[in-house]
């Protein structure tokens, strides 16, 4: 499959929207099903431009949005060398290496940024995710147990790092 991976700014907040949004559908993989409203996702990706706090997407040949990943970075000084990772893939193109590529530019952006440690949390039942995270590097720091109650169901929310340097 052919993508590119750039930035995600405020002119691409529809197609960001609508895939946060199907992928909260799905109701296993982010942690707050309720839907955003196109407004807040606008102040969202603006808030990410104006703090220097990267969201990249990878695209296709027809400049559809195939997954994202963001990083937060401390809004402290104590926590500015960490920056914490969120990223989704569409359900169609999952398991053809846009979530490594994804990855692989947000750990050197991150570097880039002259971060010391990368973060992110993730589901227990998510284990192609976790086996993607281990790949890159990442390590599992401890678990939340029974972080997420969801139609019934408890997850565990597991806790990952990886440092930079």
């Given at each position: 499959m052919n993508y590119v991976i750039h930035p995600v700014g405020?002119?691409?907040?529809?197609?960001?929207?609508?895939?946060?949004?199907?992928?909260?559908?799905?109701?296993?993989?982010?942690?707050?099903?309720?839907?955003?409203?196109?407004?807040?996702?606008?102040?969202?990706?603006?808030?990410?431009?104006?703090?220097?706090?990267?969201?990249?997407?990878?695209?296709?040949?027809?400049d559809a949005l195939l997954?994202?990943?963001?990083?937060?970075?401390?809004?402290?000084?104590?926590?500015?060398?960490?920056?914490?990772?969120?990223?989704?893939?569409?359900?169609?193109?999952?398991?053809?290496?846009?979530?490594?590529?994804l990855m692989d530019a947000?750990?050197?952006?991150?570097k880039q940024l002259g971060l010391e440690k990368l973060e992110l949390e993730v589901f227990a039942s998510n284990m192609t995710a976790r086996a993607l995270y281990k790949k890159k590097g990442f390590f599992e720091e401890g678990a939340h147990l029974k972080k997420r109650k969801f139609e019934g169901r408890y997850d565990d929310l597991v806790c990952m790092g990886f440092f930079l340097r």
């Open positions: 405020t002119a691409d907040a529809e197609a960001y929207l609508a895939l946060v949004n199907a992928i909260k559908d799905e109701g296993k993989y982010l942690f707050a099903t309720l839907r955003f409203a196109l407004e807040d996702t606008k102040k969202y990706l603006g808030a990410h431009e104006k703090a220097g706090n990267p969201v990249l997407g990878a695209y296709d040949g027809n997954g994202w990943i963001d990083i937060n970075i401390g809004g402290i000084q104590e926590l500015a060398h960490i920056g914490t990772l969120g990223m989704g893939v569409k359900q169609d193109v999952r398991g053809q290496g846009i979530g490594s590529a947000c750990i050197a952006q991150a």
